[in-house]
């Protein structure tokens, strides 16, 4: 064990300077004196402080024997020693020679203990170091051993080994002799900071140096190699250590012992331990729990208990550690009644367990299903502010106890970390929210889940367990269900920023607000999902789109429509109808055809009477060319509209040119019309004196092979002739009486292509 060193007191020296009109009194060490004639309250120089040098009295002088100064009433301060002074200075200023000034006008005067004392206090390594190398160097303190090994032990620490090592090699400089306490303590920051050539070197240095190796750095150096796992080097030196004649001592094969199980040397452990008891070197406690911890690395608990049994047989107390050792053993080997046992037996002998004893003890107790006997020792854990050494051992317990069924006691966990004052992680609430869930017991899962989200333990840094999608789900799909999609809400967007971009949670969160009627808000969630890539259900576009439908918003209802359709799914028949019907009602009857259109090509072909009322009322409010590219599109997907009813409609409602347009498309593509809606359109045209275009539509329908027995057709040809139309009156005439077809005359194509 590395020596502890602490501040040693100061001496106190008081000088006294008289001048003709004050007397000036000088201390290193206080700065604040109550009064002018006190060195320390309450001290005088016939009751010295102690560790101080004893003031010599002297007859006092008359300006002694007269108070000049008023004594200050209340509690007096308490006077900072000089080194904390001095520390808080080079903590908070840069090291410059201003700082040095003021330090140098602090202490007129620095000796050992002063020195020392700053290098034990200063906040760093860096203020330490220039500290050490100023007062040497301005001639302020020559250093002596002391100050060298602590500043030596700071370094070390620090790992700045190659200053230590310098300030080491320069102490015969400075007259300063070496000793081997300092060289075991540089050799021991190497092997600290894994640098072990290093460590062998300064051990090598030594003999070249002349200085004489003892056991002690013998010691440092095996447990150095023996960290690192090199086991052969540490023989080669004990060898070593033995032909210079150093007899290894029980604490020598202590470290050796430690080593070799350490590097899984079991034979070799073994041979040394039968070394050591045939030089006369008995066993100590250390040495028992060493073989013992070796021998469970091995699992041969056998051996061990005949160990432990040999311990108690010679005297030898055994420790907390050497039953929490054998107590490790029992648990590895899955023997957790023999390991209950010893516990017991510990406690019978009033040895109390410590941290690592439950720490070994209790995830043993639940892997042998235990549980009861687990939470008595929680118990005592929490009686006595006991924290185990890891902190998962909780989640064990936690998960063994909800497997068990008893969620009570698995609450009681948590309830004892709390106590505890361990900090409860996420994940610890997620395994008690899941199977509250599971029990049904959503209550309780719920009050879990409001400490969750208001002390924002998900959002902790430091946690190493997190909610699984098994625990968040089923208590989100609970509060969605029962119109608490809000508080789900808040409780996923925290689990989001850890990362958790669950699809289930997502599409749970999308059917909660819809179904309480907060489309917008579910359509938000949408929009996250797809900025993160995440799956969207076709149900949950479903629900979305009847909640804008049943809030009267049809068109956010469209814009649902499409992003459904977009991510690939296939809106069923009826939901193309609901939207449909809601734009249409609302007069959206362009967006209701966009719609249809995305239906038709979806290859959807019910709702067709619905698709009939879109295309009469596009064709009525003069949307002829939309309406037509969706007869086309109808066309090509086989369903045809009813041209006869929509030339119907539109001859009866004046609509003429939109009739004149639809029937020009029936006859370019051949479609199946009666005679009796060509009559209507040509009466509608008439009617509307639209004789040229009435005579164009005639000559394409007898171009067509069509009949010729329309009973206006005299009344067409007479408005003709009153228009000023004879030409296109003769053409007419002619190709009623059959005397001269469209194919016929170039001079009748001419003519009957007059433009409408």
């Known amino acids: 064990m590395a020596p502890i060193f602490i501040s040693k007191p100061l001496k106190l020296k008081l000088r006294v300077y008289f001048y003709p009109n004050a007397l000036r009194i000088r201390s290193s060490y206080s700065l604040h004196f109550p009064r002018f004639f006190c060195s320390t309250d309450g001290q005088t120089p016939e009751n010295p402080p102690p560790n101080s040098d004893p003031v010599q009295p002297r007859k006092e002088t008359k300006m002694e024997q007269t108070p000049f100064q008023r004594i200050p009433r209340g509690r007096q301060r308490n006077s900072e020693k000089i080194e904390d002074i001095i520390c808080r200075m080079m903590a908070n200023r840069a090291w410059t020679t201003r700082l040095q000034n003021s330090i140098r006008t602090l202490v007129p005067e620095f000796d050992h203990n002063l020195v020392y004392n700053v290098l034990h206090r200063a906040k760093n390594s860096e203020h330490a170091l220039q500290f050490f190398r100023w007062v040497e160097r301005a001639g302020l303190f020559n250093h002596d051993r002391e100050t060298h090994l602590k500043i030596i032990e700071i370094l070390g620490r620090a790992s700045k080994l190659n200053h230590a090592r310098c300030i080491l090699l320069d102490m015969p400089k400075k007259g300063v002799e070496w000793d081997e306490d300092m060289f075991v303590k540089l050799i021991d920051s190497y092997g600290k900071k894994g640098i072990v050539q290093e460590s062998v070197k300064i051990f090598d240095k030594m003999k070249e140096l002349g200085l004489e190796r003892t056991v002690k750095s013998y010691d440092v150096l095996f447990k150095v190699i023996l960290r690192r796992g090199r086991y052969m080097m540490a023989k080669r030196y004990f060898n070593k250590m033995l032909g210079e004649g150093i007899e290894p001592t029980r604490h020598t094969y202590n470290i050796m012992l430690w080593g070799f199980f350490l590097s899984l040397r079991l034979e070799t452990a073994i041979r040394f331990y039968e070394d050591m008891r045939s030089r006369g070197i008995s066993p100590d406690v250390v040495t028992y729990n060493t073989m013992i911890n070796g021998y469970n690395r091995f699992k041969k608990m056998d051996e061990a208990e005949k160990l432990f049994v040999e311990m108690k047989g010679k005297d030898t107390v055994p420790t907390v550690i050497s039953y929490t050792t054998m107590i490790k053993g029992y648990v590895a080997v899955e023997r957790a009644d023999d390991a209950l046992r010893l516990f017991e037996e510990m406690k019978s002998f009033d040895i109390k367990p410590n941290a690592v004893t439950y720490t070994v003890l209790l995830p043993g107790l639940c892997d042998a299903g235990k549980l009861a006997e687990a939470q008595n020792m929680l118990k005592e854990m929490v009686e006595r502010y006991i924290a185990p050494k890891d902190n998962s051992i909780f989640l064990k317990l936690l998960t063994s106890q909800c497997a068990s069924g008893d969620l009570d006691a698995a609450a009681n966990v948590l309830k004892a970390m709390i106590r505890l004052s361990i900090p409860t992680e996420a994940g610890h609430y997620g395994v008690l929210i899941e199977n509250f869930c599971k029990a049904e017991m959503f209550d309780q899962a719920i009050k879990l889940l409001d400490k969750l989200v208001e002390k924002e333990i998900i959002l902790r840094p430091q946690n190493s367990v997190h909610v699984e999608a098994s625990a968040y789900n089923p208590m989100i799909q609970h509060l969605c269900h029962n119109g608490q999609t809000g508080k789900a809400e808040i409780f996923f967007r925290q689990l989001m920023k850890t990362g958790a971009l669950d699809p289930i949670a997502f599409n749970n969160l999308i059917c909660g607000h819809s179904k ?20 969207r259900d076709a149900d949950a576009y479903k629900l979305l789109i009847e909640s804008y439908l049943r809030k009267g918003e049809p068109a956010d209802a469209k814009t649902a429509l499409d992003s459904m359709i977009e991510d690939g799914h296939l809106p069923a028949s009826s939901l193309f109808r609901s939207v449909m019907e809601s734009l249409f009602e609302d007069g959206r009857v362009q967006t209701a055809s966009r719609v249809m259109k995305s239906m038709v090509e979806k290859g959807v ?10 295309l009469e009322a596009l064709l009525m409010r003069g949307h002829v060319e939309e309406a037509l590219g969706r007869i086309d599109l109808l066309m090509h997907s086989g369903c045809a509209p009813n041209f006869d009813s929509l030339l119907s409609v539109l001859s009866e409602k004046g609509k003429t040119i939109a009739a004149l347009k639809l029937l020009d498309f029936c006859l370019e593509r051949d479609c199946i019309v009666d005679f009796s809606s060509y ?19 005639l000559c394409k329908i007898l171009a067509k092979g069509g009949a010729t027995d329309w009973k206006s057709c005299e009344d067409l040809i007479a408005s003709l002739n009153q228009e000023g ?11 009623i009486r059959g005397g001269e077809t469209a194919h016929g005359s170039k001079k009748g194509k001419k003519q009957s292509a007059v433009p409408s």
């Open 725 to 735: 139309n004879t030409k296109q009156a003769d053409i007419l005439s002619r190709m």
């Open 679 to 697: 009559e209507k359109v040509l009466d509608a045209l008439l009617a509307a004196g639209k004789t040229l275009n009435a005579y164009s539509l």
């Open 516 to 535: 309480e009627g907060n489309p917008d808000s579910a359509f938000e969630i949408f929009k996250i999902m797809r900025r993160r890539e995440v799956p």
């Open 605 to 614: 072909k019910e709702n067709m009477d619905l698709v009939a009322k879109v």
